[in-house]
């Protein structure tokens, strides 16, 4: 019979915490891959400067102030959890091997935590909205005629429709600083034990609880260094177009944003198509002009 005193169930609880920890660096996150992190001290972050940056431009008398947002993205931080009980009588009967397991997939499942929220927004740009009002993925982001964002308003797309039946693509840049999407991490996955021989839920239930906690939450960044191609076959003809449409965008006052697409992100049913379209030499007894000109992405995630 285990003995349940103090001093065991401090033992034990240092023993799930470094498991816990080992657990969190067995996989490495993908998130980063769209992601830019942005740390968190408050309960909700404000985003005042998404459509507030402006381009240099050549200082001719007073500056060309431009005021930023003051309704800006708004990223409200939640909490999050995984909890487990662990049974007295596995203390009584040395039975506890298996939650040094259980709590190393406790802590790997803790690291995909920002994975699950990041890849999730990007798939549902289609139909939730970014900073500019649009639909993340729209036909219609606004660009305004002068550089402080007023004046007369034309559209700018980052989807492309087509009527196939086939898997969305993106094309994202992430050369620069700003990525399509944000993560914003209030507190790091943490392990909490509850292992006291006083506790009330041993008393009531005859369990010890103990399980991750994390807050944080991610948002849509710049939706002008990510492009969806919706029901588009994924081809050379069709990720040519896509790459022009992102090279041709502009910020308010028609100055380009020198988008330089840098990377093909599928999901895994056009993995085969994606990885011939960017490594085969020769396709269809003609030489691939996009062999190695982008970073391939294949995450499991997407639908």
């Known amino acids: 019979m285990g003995q349940i005193n103090d001093t065991t169930l401090k033992a034990l609880t240092l023993s799930l915490r470094s498991e816990f920890n080992e657990g969190l660096k067995m996989k490495a996150p993908t998130w980063r891959k769209i992601a830019m992190y942005m ?86 740009g ?3 909205r970014c900073f500019d009002g649009q639909c993340f993925f729209d036909a219609e982001h606004p660009l305004y005629s002068n550089a402080n964002g007023t004046g007369n308003i034309t559209f700018q797309s980052n989807l492309t429709k087509g009527n196939d039946d086939v898997p969305t693509w993106y094309v994202i840049d992430d050369s620069g600083t700003f990525k399509p999407i944000i993560w914003q991490e209030r507190l790091a996955p943490e392990i909490e034990a509850k292992f006291s021989t006083n506790f009330e839920m041993v008393f009531m239930r005859d369990i010890y609880p103990y399980g991750a906690r994390a807050r944080g939450n991610a948002g849509y960044g710049f939706w002008q260094v990510a492009h969806a191609a919706v029901k588009t076959p994924l081809n050379g003809e069709n990720l040519a177009a896509v790459i022009k449409k992102m090279r041709n965008l502009k910020t308010d006052g028609d100055q380009h944003l020198d988008i330089r697409p840098t990377t093909l992100i599928v999901p895994s049913q056009l993995e085969v198509a994606a990885t011939k379209l960017l490594k085969a030499d020769i396709i269809d007894s003609t030489s691939n002009v996009w062999a190695g000109k982008l970073d391939l992405h294949v995450e499991s995630r997407l639908s």
């Open 39 to 124: 740390p968190s001290t408050t309960a909700t972050n404000m985003y005042s400067w998404l459509k507030g940056i402006p381009m240099m431009q050549e200082w001719i008398g007073e500056r060309a102030l431009r005021e930023l947002d003051k309704d800006g993205l708004v990223i409200v931080n939640k909490t999050f959890e995984a909890t487990v009980g662990v049974p007295r009588t596995d203390f009584e009967d040395d039975q506890l091997g298996q939650y040094r397991v259980v709590s190393r997939h406790l802590g790997e499942n803790a690291a995909k935590l920002p994975d699950q929220l990041v890849w999730k927004l990007l798939e549902d």
């Open 126 to 128: 289609l139909t939730n």
